[in-house]
């Protein structure tokens, strides 16, 4: 019967540990080396009209603490009108702070701009592989155009971003905008920039698939 009594002991106290935790334990990182995660995006991710805690990677951060992941830390990277030209050299600096996790929110401004999507595919993913060759997950934020800009440049834009985390077996949003975007009540004045409420439901996109990451 004795050779019974420590497996026993051992799967209690492993049971009660796992009842006391309040979420999931993260299958790559530890909570005492903490996890950095750098947001690389442009105006949309920098917040652009709200307030710096009503900008979603704010938001994002305070869903990760609530859900008992505080050692999760966030640094917003991003800078109103970049592009993917930027990237690389963007990313270049952050990989002093040695992160563990990219969100790449880049290429409005691209589409706006009407850039070559071949040239826009090749800048973003030379920031991809370059992060990959330093250890770093890399998720990869899609983006949409208005129909405006003609159907032929709008598909050959949207599919970079699709054919990219496809090759490179990415976590993928496929529009960062998903149910925000061409909705006056969660975009400010300009149509173009989410306001305080179009922030909530980005933030609840990004915080699902960081999530999955850890």
Do not use: C
């Given at each position: 019967m004795k050779k019974y009594v420590f497996p026993f002991i051992l799967l209690l106290l492993l049971v009660t540990l796992f009842s006391l935790l309040p979420?999931?334990?993260?299958s790559?990182?530890?909570?005492?080396?903490?996890?950095?995660?750098?947001?690389?995006?442009?105006?949309?991710?920098?917040?652009?009209?709200?307030?710096?805690?009503?900008?979603?990677?704010?938001?994002?951060q305070d869903m990760l603490k609530q859900k008992g992941f505080a050692f999760v830390k966030?640094?917003?990277g991003s800078i109103s009108g970049s592009t993917m030209a930027g990237a690389t050299s963007r990313l270049k600096w952050y990989l002093k702070t040695k992160p563990d996790i990219l969100v790449l929110a880049l290429g409005a401004n691209d589409g706006l701009r009407g850039l070559s999507t071949d040239l826009m595919t090749q800048n973003l993913e030379k920031a991809i592989i370059l992060a990959k060759k330093n250890g770093i997950k890399?998720?990869?934020?899609?983006?949409k155009i208005p129909p405006n800009y003609g159907a032929e440049y709008?598909?050959?834009?949207?599919s970079s971003f699709v054919s990219l985390?496809?090759?490179?077996?990415?976590?993928f949003i496929p529009f960062i905008l998903k149910d925000v975007a061409g909705k006056s009540f969660l975009n400010q004045a300009d149509g173009i920039h989410p306001n305080p409420e179009g922030h909530k439901i980005i933030a609840s996109t990004v915080f699902d698939i960081i999530l999955e990451q850890l």
């Amino acid at each position: 019967m004795k050779k019974y009594v420590f497996p026993f002991i051992l799967l209690l106290l492993l049971v009660t540990l796992f009842s006391l935790l309040p979420g999931k334990i993260p299958s790559l990182f530890a909570k005492d080396t903490g996890v950095k995660v750098v947001i690389l995006g442009d105006s949309i991710s920098a917040g652009l009209g709200v307030e710096p805690e009503q900008a979603f990677p704010f938001l994002v951060q305070d869903m990760l603490k609530q859900k008992g992941f505080a050692f999760v830390k966030i640094t917003n990277g991003s800078i109103s009108g970049s592009t993917m030209a930027g990237a690389t050299s963007r990313l270049k600096w952050y990989l002093k702070t040695k992160p563990d996790i990219l969100v790449l929110a880049l290429g409005a401004n691209d589409g706006l701009r009407g850039l070559s999507t071949d040239l826009m595919t090749q800048n973003l993913e030379k920031a991809i592989i370059l992060a990959k060759k330093n250890g770093i997950k890399v998720i990869l934020a899609g983006m949409k155009i208005p129909p405006n800009y003609g159907a032929e440049y709008a598909k050959a834009f949207e599919s970079s971003f699709v054919s990219l985390a496809q090759k490179h077996d990415l976590p993928f949003i496929p529009f960062i905008l998903k149910d925000v975007a061409g909705k006056s009540f969660l975009n400010q004045a300009d149509g173009i920039h989410p306001n305080p409420e179009g922030h909530k439901i980005i933030a609840s996109t990004v915080f699902d698939i960081i999530l999955e990451q850890l």
